[in-house]
T-cell receptor, first 114, second 115 residues
């Protein structure tokens, strides 16, 4: 079973739509959670960290449910520039490691059309 | 500007010809890592390094070598490249504490084609 599972999409939505991505992780000891954005053929870039209480950054809202081992990303009022692949990332600690290791989901592709 | 620099950006080579992809970071990060990204498979970790002279295998280390002689540099070496190593490669480094969110900074990528 993969450490991090995501719906690959693709999600095709019109401008202004609200879209939600989901992600599940397998290691209950995971400590830190992130959403990354990756444009075509470019490097992944940190979009936002995900905190236990949920957090918002402008049109983006991230939520974490530790009991269900589930992370979500909500994008409101979608823009054309939001078209990208969104990667769910989990930091899990392994025995003997003080830093942990990042596990990446395969990504969810979003296309926003005019 | 804080960054991770990879070179070259694009490389076409022939099977068996040794090559090195360089990676350098200017953020004084201890942790560095190499990934390859293939369609449908996502990012897979090749090797990582917790600090100078400390390296370890990731999920797909076969056919690759790394070295970490100094903190800023973490080159990826393909001693005898094969066509199945054709891929998009990313180097990344991580902040050492929760202040940095443990998140990665990625290099711009190296698109390698082995013919």
């Amino acid at each position: 079973r993969k450490e991090v599972e995501q719906d690959p999409g693709p999600f095709n939505v019109p401008e202004g739509a609200t879209v939600a991505f989901n992600c599940t992780y397998s290691n209950s000891a995971s400590q830190s959670f992130f959403w990354y954005r990756q444009d075509c053929r470019k490097e992944p870039k940190l979009l936002m960290s995900v905190y236990s209480s949920g957090n918002e950054d402008g049109r983006f809202t991230a939520q974490l449910n530790r009991a269900s081992q589930y992370i979500s990303l909500l994008i409101r009022d979608s823009k054309l520039s939001d078209s990208a692949t969104y990667l769910c990332v989990v930091n899990s600690y392994e025995r003997g490691s003080t830093l942990g290791r990042l596990y990446f989901g395969r990504g969810t592709q979003l296309t926003v059309w005019p | 500007e804080a960054q991770v620099t990879q070179n070259p950006r694009y490389l076409i080579t022939v099977t068996g010809k040794k090559l090195t992809v360089t990676c350098s970071q200017n953020m004084n990060h201890e942790y560095m890592s190499w990934y390859r990204q293939d369609p449908g498979l996502g990012l897979r970790q090749i090797y990582y390094s917790m600090n100078v002279e400390v390296t370890d295998k990731g999920d797909v280390p076969e056919g690759y070598k790394v070295s970490r002689k100094e903190k800023r540099n973490f080159p990826l070496i393909l001693e005898s490249p094969s066509p199945n190593q054709t891929s998009l490669y990313f180097c990344a480094s991580r902040a050492p504490s929760r202040v940095g969110g443990y998140g990665y900074t990625f290099g711009s990528g190296t698109r390698l084609t082995v013919v």
